[in-house]
């Protein structure tokens, strides 16, 4: 038997336990700091206004990856609260008359209207904490 065993009997019983559940508890931390729970948050809107059909690639603050989208539908839209970081969106194979635009909390930050001429066009916004 460990010596400290016989003064403190439930103490090999208590620090185990509690080990694992720390390091959870610090993990969630961390994952949910991104999220703007323990800092400031923003609700950003990505949409590509235009008719017909385009490749489509964006990415949120937070996101390690660009998600792509083949062949979408204009118009087109997505939401999502975020964190601090970059929000990006691309738009490749555009119809002319296309635009990216990028909105913070209901106000446009971002707006670009004019494909080059492959018909690629993106839009950013890089969101701080104030």
């Given at each position: 038997m460990h010596p400290t065993a016989s003064r403190f009997p439930f103490l090999h019983r208590v620090v185990r336990p509690a080990?694992?559940?720390?390091g959870a508890m610090l993990l969630a931390a961390t994952t949910l700091t991104g999220c703007g729970l323990?800092?400031?948050s923003w609700d950003v809107k990505l949409e590509v206004t235009g008719t017909g059909q385009a490749e489509v690639g964006?990415?949120?603050?937070?996101?390690?990856?660009?998600?792509?989208?083949a062949n979408e539908s204009l118009p087109w839209t997505i939401s999502?609260?975020?964190?601090?970081?970059?929000?990006g969106l691309a738009v490749r194979h555009a119809p002319p008359g296309t635009a990216c635009?990028?909105?913070?909390?209901g106000k446009l930050r971002e707006n670009q209207d004019k494909p080059?001429?492959?018909?690629?066009?993106?839009?950013?916004?890089?969101?701080q904490e104030e």
């Open positions: 080990l694992p559940a720390s323990f800092g400031q964006y990415s949120f603050s937070g996101e390690t990856g660009q998600t792509k989208a999502q609260n975020v964190g601090f970081g970059f929000n635009r990028i909105y913070v909390d080059d001429a492959e018909g690629t066009l993106s839009c950013s916004v890089n969101l």
